[in-house]
């Protein structure tokens, strides 16, 4: 009857095989280890780096304090509205949202570059009605108008949940 095998020898690759093996790797791989030695430069260079490396180590107290902060009500909300406002973003279309920013950016403007007025003057329906000889304003006020509309017949329309 054969002996039982009592004594087992593991053989280490000792570091210079470790090395060749190593080597071979690299240059079998040779794009990835080049794009993740950019990746590496860029992360130190901006200073990342220090931040990601602590993070890892410290990888289980920050999943905790990080899921216990996700888990609020107020951050599923926000994180909810995040998304009903990318669904927003993503059906209106691209020329008309852009016009809209645009106008915007130019009211804005013009109405910073008006003169202050400290008064707290109301308008008479006369210089309102008056106000609207200007095709600026009447463009302006037909817009607000649609958009009015639009959005009251939003409000009209039962919601589906």
């Not at 860029?42 to 990342?48: E, I, L, P, T």
Request: net charge negative.
């Amino acid at each position: 009857m054969a002996q039982p095998i009592t004594n087992i020898v593991r053989k280490h690759p000792s570091l210079d095989e470790q090395w060749d093996e190593l080597k071979a790797q690299l240059i079998n791989d040779k794009e990835t280890a080049e794009a993740l030695l950019r990746f590496a430069r860029a992360a130190q260079d901006a200073g990342v780096l220090p931040f990601l490396t602590g993070l890892l180590e410290q990888k289980n107290s920050v999943l905790h304090i990080l899921m216990e902060e996700l888990n609020q009500d107020s951050v599923k909300k926000a994180i909810n509205n995040g998304e009903q406002i990318a669904a927003l973003l993503g059906n209106i279309p691209q020329n008309a949202f852009h016009n809209a920013i645009e106008a915007l950016g130019q009211g804005l403007t013009h109405m910073g570059s008006l003169p202050a007025t400290d008064t707290h003057e109301g308008m008479s329906i006369f210089q309102l009605l008056g106000s609207l000889k200007n095709p600026d304003i009447a463009r302006g006020l037909r817009a607000l108008l649609g958009f009015l509309e639009g959005f009251g017949q939003a409000l009209a329309t039962p919601k589906k949940s």
